[in-house]
DNA sequence: GCATTTCTTGAGCATGTGCTCAACGCATGA
DNA sequence: TCATGCGTTGAGCACATGCTCAAGAAATGC
């Protein structure tokens, strides 16, 4: 079947980004992977759509797998939160950074990311504002406050992925919880006050 | 002269990174720029040691073009939050997130990098001492707000340079002074509130 | 069964790229 | 003047990789 084999050869592509990033997947591993000849993968696709298109499948592939429902909004902040240094999400950060700096320089990459990252903002900001709705916690503009916690978030996992610099996973989550929570005025767990705190005893 | 040709070829590498990042430059663009012959780059450097060691000169002379002296911490701060998101630094963190996510996969780079981010990291870290120390605000914990604020910054900048998600420029200056603000104590300017405030009016 | 169309194949092509190595120039010193 | 050794050169090698295209296999229509 025509679309049987189409499908195929994107989601083997799909499979070897997850397994070894964007970079690393060569035209003849992809058709190996699918059981199809080299050419059918240039009959139905040039090589630049086929990785935009397996490199977004591939993001989704882990954002499902890292982000699971819960029943309330305040749980899923809290999954969100637990998760968000996890080891477990390493492969989908490594990812988003390869995929984000590609699509600085490559239309198609750039096209086929955008969606993810909307999604992405765009679930955060519909949990931020159904706790708000429940009267969790403060948050008169969901959006904004979910680009200013994705940003934090993005930074500190770079920084943890790369090493530049230095920051050890406990920390970064620590670092994320306060901003969270002084974000959303919810009371600060925890000893030390290394965060600035409007109300410190 | 031996020094001369070599030094002559790890500028060329960066002159060239800076003009058009790490991963369009080519061994023979490297010899060309610096007129020497194709043998010689060989003879003096690995490709993959070049390439990391260039790449942290490029990164230097960005940072040392981007980050003037100013005469107080404040200034310094004004400074640093005014040229943010400016166009001008942009190559600057193009070649930051192009380094840093070579760094994932290429040990040489993570080496040559790691003494760019400390740098950084370290110097703000010592603004924000010193303006504590002179009263200019509060900031118990001067290297971890530093990591903060650079973490926010580095992922507005992704998202900036990036668009995934799209931001404004404007916006994400507007995110990171606020969030400075509020990690100084010191008052917010501007009207609208989209920050959550323990002080409202 | 046969003709026609569509799908599929993979050896080979074109290109790009890091690196080799035999050869060369040139300063130095005897 | 000549020998020596260091710095230097660049044609060519070895390999990687996206893609072509003539040919074959399989489905479809009659």
């Not at 025509?2 to 994107?10: E, F, W």
């Amino acid at each position: 079947m025509t679309i049987d084999r189409r499908a195929a050869i994107l989601s083997a592509a799909a499979d070897l980004i997850r397994e070894n990033g964007v970079a690393a997947v060569r035209t003849r591993d992809v058709t190996a992977r699918a059981g199809v000849g080299i050419g059918l993968l240039n009959h139905y696709f040039k090589w630049g759509e086929l990785r935009a298109l397996a490199a977004a499948q591939a993001l989704w592939a882990e954002i499902d797998r890292v982000v699971p429902d819960a029943p309330t909004p305040d749980r899923q902040l809290d999954v969100f939160l637990a998760r968000a240094f996890g080891e477990d999400a390493d492969p989908l950060w490594r990812l988003w950074i390869e995929v984000t700096d590609l699509a600085m320089s490559d239309p198609d990459m750039a096209r086929a990311a955008e969606g993810c990252a909307e999604g992405i903002l765009n679930e955060l900001a519909a949990i931020l504002e159904q706790g708000a709705a429940k009267r969790l916690w403060h948050c008169p503009a969901p959006r904004a406050a979910a680009l200013r916690i994705l940003a934090f978030h993005d930074g500190l996992v770079g920084f943890v992925l790369t090493g530049l610099p230095r920051v050890e996973r406990a920390e970064a989550a620590e670092h994320l919880n306060r901003f969270v929570a002084l974000e959303l005025g919810l009371p600060q767990q925890g000893c030390e006050a290394s965060w600035p705190s409007a109300s410190a005893p």
